[in-house]
């Protein structure tokens, strides 16, 4: 074995988006079928995340919304493409992705949820504090009478230098 090669066995995770045609109760044996690849091609599931229904930014196979999950786990480098051929060819999953990512530990992910759970609330915070801009922006416009505006309006047709 070369000095810059380690003997662990590579980490992986994987987003995979479920069709629409499936209800919520079919989605459960469809996770299960993946994990159950993964584990039959000598790999072993570490993380699973369900990430609910999203809608699509355009249609997948004439899919507007998909099922997303996400799933880490070990396996052997030379297996990771017959592993995404199987899932290529699956007709319940809509598009998958998979990449080498480091191993993170239950701490690393907890910490990363919250950095993501903190971003969202900032924006949040900002989405709010633009929102009372207009609104304060809004209030502090007089709302025109119509008495005035019919009097304006008056004055100009009065005028001879309308053309």
Avoid: C
């Amino acid at each position: 074995m070369a000095k810059n090669k380690s003997n662990k066995t590579p980490h992986y995770e994987m987003l995979y988006i479920i069709s629409n045609k499936f209800t919520e109760d079919e989605l459960k044996p469809i996770r299960e079928k993946v994990s159950k690849t993964i584990t039959d091609n000598g790999g072993a599931v570490t993380y699973s995340e369900e990430w609910g229904k999203k809608k699509f930014t355009y249609p997948i196979e004439h899919f507007h919304h998909g099922y997303y999950q996400l799933v880490e786990f070990d396996l052997e480098a030379d297996k990771v493409a017959g592993l995404d051929r199987t899932f290529r060819l699956s007709n319940e999953i809509l598009r998958h992705m998979l990449v080498a990512k480091p191993v993170r530990s239950a701490e690393e992910i907890e910490a990363e949820k919250r950095a993501a759970e903190k971003r969202v609330a900032k924006t949040k915070e900002k989405e709010e504090k633009e929102i009372k801009k207009e609104e304060k922006k809004l209030e502090k416009k007089k709302p025109v009478d119509l008495k005035d505006l019919d009097e304006k309006l008056d004055k100009i047709l009065e005028t001879d230098d309308l053309l």
